[in-house]
């Protein structure tokens, strides 16, 4: 800003100005705002690590896993990539954080174990990964 200006408001020296063009800014939005309520029954989470060839993309990683869990799976985020020691060289070691939850009640152990055993098992069979011990 000019120094005259920052005189005449008693802004500080260091003071700048902008002008937003609130009509651009709302194209670049993604919509309307959205709101969903907080989940009245809780989730429960558990985490997997895998080993795979290095050629495996973690996208069709992420698919087995949504395919085989079905509607229980609620989020799927890859947390944690690592090659070294102890994974073989060649492959590369994928940490999932996976969240379960249903809308209308709370799951069972077993139905996650359960859901649990079905990815592990579509991961083995779809891409031959295996669980990092």
Known sequence: MHPDVLAAYDLPARACLFELD?????????????????????????DLALVLPVSTPAAAVETVITEAA?????????????????VPAGYRSLAYSLVYQLPDRTLTDAEVNAAQERIQAALKDRLGASLRV
């Open 22 to 46: 609130w009509e651009q800014a709302r194209k670049l939005g993604k919509g309307t705002a959205g709101y969903e309520p907080l989940p009245r029954f809780p989730a429960v989470e558990r």
């Open 70 to 86: 079905g509607e229980l799976l609620k989020t799927c985020t890859l947390f944690d990539v690592y090659q070294g020691a102890p």
